[in-house]
T-cell receptor, first 117, second 116 residues
Framework: AQSVAQPEDQVNVAEGNPLTVKCTYS??????LFWYVQYPNRGLQFLLK??????LVKGSYGFEAEFNKSQTSFHLKKPSALVSDSALYFC???????????????FGKGTKLSVIP | DAGVIQSPRHEVTEMGQEVTLRCKPI?????LFWYRQTMMRGLELLIY????????DSGMPEDRFSAKMPNASFSTLKIQPSEPRDSAVYFC??????????????FGPGTRLTVL
């Protein structure tokens, strides 16, 4: 069964410093990987995704993520954190398979990012 | 586009009452998902539909929960009877399903349910 793990419940980083939110996955096939962000009292918003190709994926709000197949990781990164980046971040994985018209995403438990002014 | 629309945004009810949550997906999207979010269990997929047909309802916790999608623009999640442990935020999400689509899901704002 597919699964994702976000090993850190919370990440604290000073404003202006680089940030990393970690994600590892387990699938029995080629993964589609996603990052979503949730601000307080809001639904999840799509940030970026990895399907194939370049291992470094760029997304919204200056975020990027690096796919590492050998380490089965898909860590979210940003070179310079903003206070407004403080939110809950979710990693998700979808298994690709042919001929099917349906699928689901498996989400991690989320990592709370706090950017300190 | 207005995005995924959910109603009500907040619902407070008493144990034993019936609760109906509503969702309008983004026009043209073929797939619809219902999730539940709690502090203890995180984000859980309850059920999803593809072209109005339920595909996987294995995440529905009990027979008290039921979901319908009578047409492409409307879905409901019903809890009858409700219990305090059903208190959570319920999200609806929709996704286009086309050949080669990478199936990004778009979430609604959620319904915060409190069962007293």
């Amino acid at each position: 069964a597919q699964s994702v793990a976000q090993p850190e419940d919370q990440v604290n980083v000073a404003e202006g410093n680089p940030l990393t939110v970690k994600c590892t996955y387990s699938v029995s096939g080629n993964p589609y990987l996603f990052w979503y962000v949730q601000y307080p009292n809001r639904g999840l918003q799509f940030l970026l995704k990895y399907i194939t190709g370049d291992n470094l994926v760029k997304g919204s709000y200056g975020f990027e993520a690096e796919f590492n197949k050998s380490q089965t990781s898909f860590h979210l990164k940003k070179p310079s954190a903003l206070v407004s980046d403080s939110a809950l971040y979710f990693c998700a994985v979808r298994v690709t398979y042919s001929g099917a018209g349906s699928y689901q995403l498996t989400f991690g438990k989320g990592t709370k990012l706090s950017v300190i002014p | 586009d207005a995005g995924v629309i959910q109603s009500p945004r907040h619902e407070v009810t008493e144990m034993g009452q019936e609760v109906t949550l509503r969702c309008k997906p983004i026009s043209g999207h073929n797939s619809l998902f219902w999730y539940r979010q709690t502090m203890m269990r995180g984000l859980e997929l309850l059920i999803y539909f593809n072209n109005n047909v339920p595909i996987d309802d294995s995440g529905m916790p009990e027979d008290r929960f039921s979901a319908k999608m009578p047409n492409a623009s409307f879905s409901t999640l019903k809890i009858q009877p409700s219990e305090p442990r059903d208190s959570a935020v319920y999200f609806c999400a929709s996704s286009p399903l086309a050949a080669g689509s990478t199936d990004t899901q778009y979430f609604g704002p959620g319904t915060r349910l409190t069962v007293l």
